[in-house]
């Protein structure tokens, strides 16, 4: 046995490795039902069913975002309300924007990272919006919840690149 290696590492087998205590995550609590003190899993097996949860958040995606979709909603009514918008109006816009480019790939919703980056692009973060961005702007919002309510995952197919395209398209206008 090589001295460098503690003796439960030696003991385990081909295909096998050893998890030392790692942080126990909500979706780690999920896959590795064992508890936080594994000793040695397949990796086969973990991977398996690291995939069916991910699988699992694929779905419940809409669910989780509908909040921040809905006080997206409610940031553009709000800045299409005031007189005087500052770049302070444009901040919360562009935040939830940019969270839902982030996180929309991660679970399948490629579509939505792509109305989330061509909203992002859009927005001047450090500028006010004039009624005309704030409709494009809302465009894009509402391109987003029709995809989420509809659960369109993927890029949507030629109806989700033609949207896509017409928002692009829109943006392009100042």
Not at 2 to 26: C, F, H, R, W
């Amino acid at each position: 046995m090589n001295s460098d290696k503690p003796e439960e590492e030696a003991k385990l087998g081909e295909g096998e490795y050893q998890v030392i205590e790692p942080p126990m995550t909500t979706l780690r609590m999920r896959v590795v039902k064992e508890g936080p003190n594994v000793k040695a899993t397949s990796l086969d097996s973990l991977l398996q069913r690291a995939a069916s949860e991910v699988g699992k958040s694929i779905t419940d995606y809409a669910a989780m975002v509908a909040d921040d979709v809905a006080n997206l909603g409610g940031v553009i009514k709000a800045a299409q309300a005031k007189k005087d918008r500052t770049a302070k109006d444009t901040h919360p816009i562009f935040n939830i924007f940019h969270d839902l480019k982030g996180q929309g790939s991660t679970f399948g919703y490629r579509l939505v990272t792509a109305i989330g980056k061509s909203a992002c692009d859009y927005i001047v973060k450090d500028e006010a919006l004039t009624d005309f961005q704030l409709t494009v702007v809302e465009q894009h919002y509402l391109a987003i919840k029709i995809v989420l309510d509809r659960k369109i995952t993927g890029d949507g197919g030629p109806t989700g690149a033609a949207v896509l395209d017409k928002l692009i398209e829109l943006a392009k206008r100042r």
